[in-house]
Each structure stands twice: as C-alpha cells, then as structure tokens.
C-alpha cells in the first residue's frame, strides 16, 4: 500500500470512521465535522473535518459553541493534510492554542527491526489492575512532569469496561517503575495506536523504549492487526523510524478553553463550574 492509500486508510477508519475511544464517550457527525464528546476527565474534541473555505469558519465556529455550551476544554486534532490549507490559522483566529507539532507514523506490526529482550536488570509487566495503573501514572508524571489522573481515569476505565481493547506495560528494575506505554487497539480496522510511551530520567537510552514497542507490536501481530500508529515527537521519531516506522503527515493539536463569561449578577462565571463539572 502506498503512502497515499495508506493516509486515506487511516482517514477513513480513525478519523472519519472514529469510534468511542472509552466508556462514556460518544462519537457526533455533524456539519463535515467528527467529534467525540465525554465528560470532563476524558478526551474532547474534532478527530475529522471535511471542511472547504466557504463553510470553515461557520464550521469552527458551531464547535465552539458546542463545547462552550457543555461547559468543557476540547481540541481540534489538526494534521497536515487537512482542508482548507488554512484551517490552523482560522483556528487560531477563532481562539485556539496550537500544541506542538507531531509526526503521524506508521509501521507494519510484522516487519518492523524489533528487538524482544529488556536490557539487563529490566523485566517487562502487564498493566491489568489498579496497581499496576498506578505504576504506569507514576511513571507518565516523572517521565513528562504533567499530572496524570487523567490517565489513571482512562486506563481503569477501559480495562474494566473493554479490556481486550488496551494493552498497557511497565518495565520495572527491581522495585522501581521505569518506563511504561500503552496501546489502543482498534476492532474492525486494522490499526492499533501506540500512545503514552515514557521512560523516567536516568533509565533513557538504555533501549527500554524501544523494547515497549516490540512488546506491543507483537501484541497487536498476535490479534491480527496489521498496521501501529503512533504520534511521534522529534525525540521519539528518529528512533521509530530506525524500527521501520515511515512518516504519513503531521499533527497539531489546537487547544479552546472557553472563557468566563459574566454571570447574572455580573460576576464571571465559566461554563465549566456551570456544569457542575
């Protein structure tokens, strides 16, 4: 499959043909436009557009007025090949705040130059309770120094509700976590995505990272999945790349926090607290 055929798969069956990414969750149509919508702790936003220049702005516009009305943060996942060849400065202009860019790469579960075995003194576990949800939460703030209850939410959730759906993994040295990666797999298309992989600050370049990926590449070639994705950062591109991962486009992500707007009694009040949420 060409890189070409390969970006419509993927537009087709992730994007356009997006499904609930977890309990709760739900997928909208409207407008040209795909959206998941789901409650505060978990993720808001556009997976796809099929937008011209005569109807974006009216487009982002209804989205914004959608989520601001259910009181929550949303992201419009931007990638390269989107249209209009301007839709990240109309995003921009109507409020949004550009994330870093990433790489969309994708690589063949069964071809991939993999390597199975840990480096010394490392042992990789299956995530498949709250303890080792905790182990990989912890790894994900020391890793990126952000707060991961988010992710703890997630994970528990989907592996109570859906557990043949996710394959999260630690690697531990001794007592210690270490690194840790999940992986989200897709019924009924042949992607599996490869997400929150992290490995904590004097344990990088050891090759854990890339021992994450075997595991889980041989998790997906095992239930039949053909094709990882994964949005890669510059620091994790070069090595997926040297695996055998081949870059397809880029991806944005364009933040809109709706802002407070004045209450009754002329106090700001944000649609969030509005929510109850």
């Known amino acids: ?7 419509a798969l993927f537009d087709r069956d992730l994007r356009e ?12 149509r409207t407008g040209g436009v795909v959206r998941q919508v789901a409650s505060a702790r978990g993720w808001n936003g556009v997976v796809w557009s099929g937008l011209d220049e005569a ?14 009305e259910l009181g929550l943060d949303f992201e419009w996942k931007l990638y390269g090949h989107d249209r209009p060849a301007d839709l990240g400065r109309r995003l921009l202009a109507a409020g949004f705040t550009p994330g870093s860019e990433e790489t969309l790469m994708i690589g063949e579960a069964g071809d991939l130059t993999l390597g199975t075995e840990p480096p010394e003194g490392v042992r990789v576990e299956p995530v498949t309770d709250p303890a080792g949800v905790g182990l990989v939460a912890d790894v994900h703030e020391k890793a990126f120094g952000t707060d991961s209850s988010w992710l703890r939410h997630r994970l528990l959730a989907r592996l109570s509700s859906d557990p043949d759906t996710v394959v999260a993994v630690v690697a531990m040295a001794g007592d210690e976590p270490v690194s840790a990666a999940r992986m989200e797999l897709v019924p009924g298309t ?37 094709y990882l994705q994964v949005d890669a950062s510059d620091q994790s591109r070069p090595i997926l790349e040297r695996l055998g991962f081949v870059p397809l486009t880029t991806t944005t992500p364009y933040m ?6 004045p209450g009754a009694d002329g106090t700001a009040a944000s649609s969030r607290s509005a929510a109850g949420a």
Do not use: C, N
Request: avoid cysteine; glycine fraction near 18%.
């Open 190 to 226: 042949p992607f599996a995505g490869l997400w929150g992989g992290g490995t904590v600050k004097g344990w990088r370049g050891r090759g854990i990272y890339r021992t994450l990926v075997a595991h889980r590449a041989h998790a997906a070639a095992s239930r039949g999945y053909r």
């Open 1 to 7: 499959m060409d890189h070409a055929e390969l970006l």
């Open 17 to 28: 043909g997006a499904r609930p990414d977890g309990p709760g969750a739900r997928v909208e």
């Open 55 to 68: 109807g974006a702005d009216a487009a982002i516009a209804g989205q914004v007025g959608h989520y601001r």
């Open 256 to 261: 809109y926090t709706p802002r407070p707007s």
